[in-house]
């Protein structure tokens, strides 16, 4: 037995030696030849078009190194092994050999409280068993005797007793282990054995009620088609039994003409059959014309990159094929429609559908995930999997059918048998049309198509396309409408021998005498019915209550006014208008009423029984103003708005101030001097008043000195208040300076004079010099080496501060536009910067430069943990070499960093190289390897 523990850890790679099936989405070539993938050395040796199929083993996490999923996992290092403090970080100390128990994972770290703390062990170690326990509810058959361990590990030191042949009840499992707990016997159980160490050859224990293949031989039109792999044997088909939970979908990511479903189910049969050491299989492929099946769906495959985890212990994988010469857009179709009958037939929900990524986190399906080659995206990929799960849910006596108007037929419903409650509810598209009760019975009403649906207990739903005919007893209306304690009468077109007998369906609502006469009791909906001769009329009737609507609830009003209500009045009569207090308010026969003194009253209308009142609210009159306060400058004006309520409208305007402010008949207030006045506004005995500050006007300026250069300019701004806007710019002497209508001061030679600015009648002053230009140069001489550049700087003052350089000789120096000096070889050159009319000189002495020949590192191989950091150094050959700076810079700054004086930090296991380079383009590197 100790053979199989060694197996399963031998096999476990590296992750820069695995090979991913879906590791990347991929443009292969035409080639349409099909190769198997083997084995060479520890990495896969492609074939044309199916390198991707090349999985690593199933212990290992295939992709997503990262990946965080919770869960309960078992775990076994039989050897001494180490507690991380955190997922690829230190080693917090080292553990002993123990079954241990985990909660969560990361890649392949999992979080454990052990004797020394808590932290994570990993399986990269070589020493760790580990698997998922998972709660499930079923019933296993085994065939022979087999041992039973009191942990889910197959070594001999946890046997515990032996089980005999039977069918037991199971509560949890383990991949290939199962639990047993009925009182007499009680531990794990292996359904299947290794028998050399490298393939499982035998199956000791099947779990019941599970299915290995669909009823059906296709799904909507598409062939499901059978080549299941022949071998138990662990690269491909495990023997492992299986309780399917899940349907999980992958892409081949394969776009290889020819790469269809027939070819990745003879890839998979040909590697079981050689048994090529593949460590993957899948359990459908589909395309756009067919499906193929691998594996059974009660058997596990490996597919879902996480190991003896849920995602490969119990999940059907299904592969759609992207091959160039296929439609992906219909092979994702025919794919939905798989998985639908998949989760129909094995009793799980339509909810129970993944993607690869949900356990392993690889970006898989790929063209789901991105929107890739017509996809329909995983979102609607799901919903068209419930669409189709419900469709094989429940079916109908009958897809179609008709009756006449009056008359009744019952669509039997065929409930699912996986379904205990059989409860169906019925309900129709137009009711007024057909009707449907409990029982699937559906009765014409009225000429027209309806669609009658049935839904059962889960959620599935059929329906029936019903056409009703005209009735065969024709009455001269089949759809009423009355108002309560109305009548009217029903008379039949048809004619007839015998004598007609009438019925309703609901006499609260509606009642039929003998005759067909129509007597309507409360508002509802009912149906008269009518028989004579053995033929059958009918009528719908609606009726309802008479109504009186306002057209306002509430009204608010002032003595004296009148305000007119309008009432609507259904079925059509006179109305009876009312008071509540007359003397607040009265109406007349017309709904006009008329506001008599504050205070609040209703006025009621009454027709057909029913009545409806309006709230109506009496204030005394007032005057309202638009403004309670003012403030005008001399000479200026603003209109007041007033608005009386109550009898009168007209307003009456005063002043208390004339010599102040005056007021028009219209509310037109005139300043006259600086001071306060009061405005009056008056109406029906009510009065506003509005406060009214007239004040000077006022004009500052921004500035009152200043100083320009000749040419140059200054702008000043002027703030004025009062009645007019306008100012009056001048200059005291032109020919010093000028200034425009905008305030825009010119210089024009050196001097002083004064700018004046006048608005209304308000002037301020403003002194200003003209200054003249000035220019100068940060140095007059430099020495510089060849190849080198600096900046020379020119502080200029003027009308423009634009600065022109020139080189006397760009072949030993040119200077650039803002000053920048680049040495080209060497001698002697003058550097001219001019300005305003202004020059200045540098004389520039290049010299010969001596060049950097190497550079040497201190290492040129590093190897670091990756929360270490090393100090690179280099090492400039001459000695008197002139530049001797050098950039440093990384290949791969996610595995390794490093700064501008050369210090390198590991950030992640990997390979990087750091390089230094001269100002000359010397170049060495240095090897680092972060582990």
């Known amino acids: 037995m100790k053979k199989l523990l060694i197996a399963l850890f031998c096999v476990a790679l590296p992750l820069s030696s695995m090979s991913f099936v879906h590791a990347q989405e991929k443009k292969e070539t035409a080639n349409t030849s099909i190769k198997e993938d083997v084995f060479n050395d520890g990495e896969y040796a492609y074939g044309d078009g199916f390198q991707d199929i090349a999985e690593a083993n199933p212990y290992a996490r295939v992709e997503g190194y990262t990946y965080q ?72 058959k085994t065939t022979k005797t087999l041992d039973v361990y009191s942990v889910p590990i197959f070594d001999d030191r946890f046997e515990t007793g032996t089980i005999p042949a039977g069918t037991y009840t199971i509560s949890k499992r383990a991949n290939y282990f199962a639990y047993v707990n009925n009182g007499k016997y009680k531990g794990w159980i292996l359904t299947s054995y290794h028998d050399d160490g490298t393939v499982f050859s035998k199956q000791y224990a099947t779990y019941l009620n599970t299915k290995r293949t669909l009823s059906q031989t296709s799904v909507n039109g598409v062939a499901i088609k059978q080549k299941l792999l022949p071998k138990i044997s662990d690269p491909t088909r495990s023997g492992i039994s299986m309780v399917p939970k899940y349907v999980t979908i992958h892409n081949t990511a394969n776009a290889s003409k020819g790469a269809d479903a027939a070819a990745h189910a003879n890839i998979q049969y040909e590697r079981n059959v050689n048994r090529t050491a593949a460590w993957t299989s899948w359990h459908f492929q589909v395309d756009n014309k067919v499906i193929y099946q691998s594996l059974a769906m009660n058997e596990v495959g490996w597919h879902a990159g996480d190991g003896n985890d849920s995602g490969n212990a119990s999940t059907i994988g299904i592969e759609i094929c992207e091959n160039a010469d296929g439609n992906y857009a219909k092979a994702e179709k025919n794919a939905a429609y798989l998985t639908a009958s998949i989760l129909y037939e ?35 990929f799901k919903a068209m999997v419930k669409d189709e799960y419900t469709k094989l849910q429940l079916k109908l006596s009958t897809s179609s059918t008709s009756l006449p108007a009056g008359t009744t037929m019952t669509i039997k419903p065929m409930v699912s048998s996986k379904l205990t409650n059989k409860k169906v509810t019925w309900s129709s598209s137009n009711a007024d049309i057909a009707s449907v009760d409990a029982n699937g019975t559906v009765l014409g009403i009225r000429e027209g198509s309806v669609t009658i649906t049935a839904k059962d207990a889960a959620g599935g739903k059929a329906s029936c396309k019903v056409s009703v005919k005209p009735a065969l007893l024709t009455l001269h209306t089949t759809s009423i409408t009355m108002y309560r304690n109305k009548t009217m009468a029903l008379n039949i077109v048809t004619a007839i021998q015998g004598t007609p007998v009438w019925k309703s369906s609901d006499t609260s609502v509606v009642s039929v005498n003998a ?28 009726v309802k209550d008479p109504t009186i609507k306002l057209n306002t609830a509430s009204v608010t009003t002032y003595v004296g006014k009148t305000y007119t209500l309008k009432a609507t009045v259904t079925p059509t009569a006179s109305i009876s208008w009312k008071s509540e207090q007359p003397s607040i308010a009265k109406i007349d026969a017309k709904g006009t009423i008329t506001a008599l003194k504050a205070g609040t009253t209703k006025i009621s209308a009454t027709a057909n029984g029913v009545t409806a009142t309006c709230s109506i609210s009496v204030k005394k009159p007032i005057v309202t103003l638009n403004k309670t306060s003012i403030t005008l400058y001399e000479k200026s004006s603003v209109t007041l708005k007033a608005t009386a309520y109550g009898k009168s409208q007209t307003v009456r305007w005063s002043s208390d101030n004339k010599a102040v ?38 004009l500052s300026l921004s500035k009152t000195s200043i100083a320009v250069n000749v040419k140059g300019s200054y702008t000043l701004t002027a703030s004025v208040k009062g009645l007019s806007s306008k100012c009056v710019w001048k200059t005291k ?162 595995v390794a960093t490093v700064t501008s004086k050369g210090k390198v930090y590991a950030k992640k296991a990997g390979t990087a190289y750091i390089s230094a380079t001269s100002s000359n383009g010397k170049k060495v590197r240095c090897k680092v390897r972060v582990y």
């Open 346 to 380: 094995n009793g799980l929900p339509y909810t129970a559908v993944k993607r690869h990524q949900d356990w392993s986190g690889k970006d898989c399906p790929y063209n789901m995930n991105h929107m890739k080659k017509g996809s329909m995206g995983w979102t609607k």
């Open 69 to 140: 999923r919770n869960g309960n996992y078992i775990l076994y290092n039989f050897k001494t092994t180490s507690l991380y403090k955190e997922p690829y970080g230190n080693v917090k100390a080292k553990l002993s050999p123990k079954i241990r128990y985990a909660t969560k994972r990361y890649g392949n770290y999992f979080y454990v409280n052990t004797e020394k703390g808590s932290g994570w062990i990993t399986t990269w170690d070589d020493n760790i068993q580990e698997l998922e326990i998972e709660d499930i509810s079923a019933q296993l």
């Open 733 to 894: 002497n032109s020919s010093i300076a000028t200034v425009s209508s905008t305030g825009k001061i010119t210089g024009k030679k050196a001097g002083t004079t004064t700018i004046s600015v006048t608005a209304n009648g308000i002037t301020k002053t403003c002194k200003v010099s003209v200054k003249t230009p000035s220019l100068s140069l940060s140095k007059s001489k430099l020495s510089i080496y060849e190849k080198g550049s600096t900046t020379l700087t020119a502080k200029v003052s003027g009308a423009s501060s634009k600065a022109t350089w020139k080189s006397s000789n760009t072949k030993i120096a040119s200077i650039s536009s803002s000053g920048k000096l680049t040495a080209k070889k060497a001698g002697k050159v003058t550097i001219t910067v001019s300005a305003n009319g202004l020059k200045k000189t540098c004389v520039v002495t290049v010299k010969k430069h001596t060049p950097v020949s190497s550079i040497k590192l201190n290492t040129t191989i590093l190897t670091l943990n990756k929360i270490r950091s090393f100090q690179l150094r280099a090492y400039i050959s001459p000695s008197k070499a002139t530049y001797k700076t050098v950039k440093w810079s990384s290949s791969n700054t996610k």
């Open 515 to 542: 005759d067909g006469v129509l007597t309507a009791k409360k508002a509802g909906k009912a149906l008269v019915f009518v028989t004579a001769d053995g033929k059958n009329g009918i009528a719908s009737v609606t």
């Open 661 to 698: 402010a005056e007021v028009s008949s219209s509310g037109k207030i005139t300043a006259k001097k600086a001071g306060t006045a009061y405005i009056s506004a008056s109406a029906n005995d009510a009065k506003k008043t509005c406060k009214v500050v007239v004040v000077k006007p006022s």
